[in-house]
């Protein structure tokens, strides 16, 4: 059996109450937790439908269900060789940047000089209004 609930607040016995707009805005609508060194592979994601490496350090991911506009929030890193550098995660404008249905991704470390590189574990996520 299907339902629906209508609520303007969520209140919870000692935590306090908000307002189910920082609910339904402000949580991840797509993130991603993958390999990018050897091969790639996601290890764990939500609303992500397939990887696809490009290049050194860059990738796309499509989403399962898309955003309703490119400019969604993006944040994401991780780590090369065992954990010894970091790694930024970055929006690859180049390749496409962002639609509403594809991110594309460049992994770079500052140990690198500047170059991409194919990073070790890395992660990121997004959030904005799901189509």
Same mark, same amino acid.
């Given at each position: 059996?299907?339902? %629906?609930?209508v609520?303007d607040?969520l209140? *919870?016995s000692t935590?306090?109450?908000i307002a189910?707009?920082? #609910? $339904?805005?402000? #949580?991840? %609508? *797509?993130w $991603? %937790?993958?390999?990018?060194?050897g091969t #790639?592979?996601?290890?764990d994601s =939500?609303?992500?439908?397939?990887?696809?490496?490009?290049?050194?350090?860059k990738y796309? !991911?499509? !989403?399962?269900?898309s955003?309703?506009?490119?400019d969604y929030? !993006?944040?994401?890193g991780g780590t090369?060789?065992?954990? =010894?550098y970091n790694?930024?995660?970055?929006?690859e *404008?180049d390749?496409?940047?962002?639609?509403?249905?594809?991110? !594309?991704?460049a992994?770079?470390?500052p140990?690198?000089g500047?170059?991409?590189?194919?990073?070790? +574990?890395l992660?990121f996520?997004n959030?904005?209004? +799901?189509a």
């Amino acid at each position: 059996m299907a339902g %629906k609930i209508v609520a303007d607040t969520l209140e *919870h016995s000692t935590a306090g109450s908000i307002a189910t707009n920082y #609910v $339904v805005n402000g #949580v991840a %609508k *797509h993130w $991603v %937790k993958f390999e990018g060194d050897g091969t #790639v592979a996601v290890s764990d994601s =939500l609303n992500n439908s397939s990887i696809t490496d490009n290049a050194t350090g860059k990738y796309n !991911f499509a !989403f399962a269900s898309s955003f309703n506009t490119g400019d969604y929030c !993006f944040a994401g890193g991780g780590t090369v060789d065992a954990g =010894l550098y970091n790694v930024y995660m970055l929006i690859e *404008h180049d390749n496409g940047g962002t639609t509403t249905s594809t991110i !594309f991704t460049a992994s770079m470390s500052p140990s690198s000089g500047g170059t991409f590189v194919d990073g070790e +574990l890395l992660s990121f996520t997004n959030t904005g209004d +799901l189509a």
